[in-house]
């Protein structure tokens, strides 16, 4: 149990529409992290939220943007959806940059 | 710029038998190296982490990696496995900033009896 939440399990989108994805982390979670994991492969970090701000960010194009609220919530937006964007989406929380990071369940996005 | 190898994509073995998971990273600076488990439809679960200190990092579920700095080496093992440890293994490397985990592709072990 990681105290680490997200939401939907599973989602199914049309190539071209937007999508969010939710993750829910418990309280001292200062930072998030999203990473974008495709089938048979290790994940890719997409970016780091401390604060409310981001805080780094890997090769990932801008239409990937995302939120942190102070209720230790954030969200991952996708725009333009495209069918290599199908993949596990997971989340992670931490106290801080650089601390250990605690993972979500994830979610499955297919692009069709 | 930091980079991890995971030198198996697959390990078969028999319960109890022993076993290793390799992996090898490439850093420039100082290295915090981890190891995270994957079953299925599930998240990540942190194994063990080397940070500092001592070279033999004991971790959860009788899971032990050596760091070797000469061979940039952070190798898995256990000296019994079973069933349940049948999952999907990455190896993980801090970038520099600390703000992100660079994971291996990672490496399928299937324990069968």
């Known amino acids: 149990e990681t105290g680490v939440t997200q939401s939907p399990t599973h989602l199914i989108k049309t190539r071209g529409q937007q999508v969010t994805l939710r993750c829910s982390s418990q309280s001292g979670h200062n930072t998030v992290s999203w990473y974008q994991q495709a089938l048979g492969q290790g994940p890719q970090f997409i970016f780091q939220y401390y604060r409310e701000e981001e805080n780094g960010r890997g090769n990932f194009p801008p239409r990937f943007s995302g939120l942190q609220f102070p209720n230790y919530s954030s969200e991952l937006n996708v725009n333009a959806l495209e069918l290599d964007d199908s993949a596990l989406y997971l989340c992670a929380g931490g106290v801080g940059p650089g601390d250990e990071q605690f993972f979500g369940p994830g979610t499955r996005l297919t692009v069709l | 710029a930091q980079s991890v190898t995971q030198l198996d994509s697959q390990v078969p073995v028999f319960e109890e038998a022993p076993v290793e998971l390799r992996c090898n990273y490439s850093s420039s600076v100082s290295v915090y190296l981890f190891w995270y488990v994957q079953y299925p439809n599930q998240g990540l679960q942190l194994l063990l982490k080397y940070l500092s200190g001592s070279t033999l990092v004991k971790g959860i579920n009788g899971f032990e990696a050596e760091f070797n700095k000469s061979q940039t080496s952070f190798h898995l093992r256990k000296p019994s496995v079973h069933i349940s440890d049948t999952a999907e293994y990455f190896c993980?490397?801090?970038?520099?900033?600390?703000?992100?985990?660079?994971f291996g592709k990672g490496t399928t072990l299937s324990v069968s009896s």
């Open positions: 993980a490397v801090a970038n520099q900033a600390g703000t992100a985990l660079i």
